[in-house]
């Protein structure tokens, strides 16, 4: 009786485990899987052309360009100041007294000159230059050679330099008299200039003793009464 009771009770838990193990069907089904598509083989675009940026300039040193201010006449001449242009200088005439010898050659003569000059340095070789030339007076004379010139005349803290070229003394002719009367002439007509104590001869730039002899010009020769 007992091994009917175990007998039974065993095939009852077994039943009962093969039960647990059956789940009913449930009453929603399993969600299936969608379908994979397939992607459209749609033809590729091709893309738009791409522009090319344009070429940038080349750095340069080039300073940018600027609105040149008003013209300066100071500006000009790479920055130097204007010139000032002087006036021209006004000639002006002076009377002046010069000594020809008179006709005979004993004696000079004073008489009065115009000349015209731009500064006082001009005064003494114009004043000498009217002496190389012939007077229009018919009773006076010349005494100096025809082609005698003068270098020019300096004057320096009284004393004029007179300075000829070479021919006052190979062409002069004179003797004694004449001689005193050609260094007379000179020295009495610069004396008249008040600044003017004595005058010096010089040829070609040179001191001389004597022009033909007679007298001694070595040294600066004074106003004389002759």
């Not at 893309?47 to 013209?71: M, S």
């Amino acid at each position: 009786m007992i091994k009917k009771i175990l007998v039974l009770a065993t095939v009852t838990f077994s039943l009962l485990i093969c039960g647990c193990q059956q789940l009913p069907p449930s009453d929603n089904p399993p969600p299936e899987n969608p379908p994979v598509t397939q992607p459209e083989n749609k033809p590729v675009e091709n893309p738009p052309p791409v522009e090319n940026p344009p070429a940038e300039k080349p750095l340069t040193n080039t300073p940018p360009e600027t609105t040149p201010p008003p013209n300066n006449p100071a500006d000009n001449n790479n920055n130097e100041p204007p010139k000032v242009v002087s006036p021209a200088i006004q000639a002006q005439k002076i009377s002046v007294k010069v000594y020809y010898p008179d006709e005979a050659g004993i004696n000079l003569v004073a008489v009065n000159r115009t000349i015209e000059i731009k500064n006082d340095a001009e005064k003494y070789p114009a004043v000498v230059n009217l002496l190389l030339q012939h007077p229009a007076e018919k009773d006076l004379t010349v005494i100096f050679p025809k082609n005698a010139k003068i270098n020019g005349v300096k004057f320096e803290n009284g004393t004029a330099f007179v300075d000829f070229d070479k021919n006052i003394t190979k062409s002069f002719a004179g003797g004694s008299t004449g001689e005193e009367l050609l260094v007379n002439s000179v020295v009495k007509s610069l004396t008249e200039f008040k600044e003017v104590k004595q005058v010096r001869f010089l040829i070609d730039g040179k001191d001389i003793e004597t022009l033909s002899g007679h007298m001694d010009l070595s040294e600066p020769i004074k106003r004389s009464d002759l």
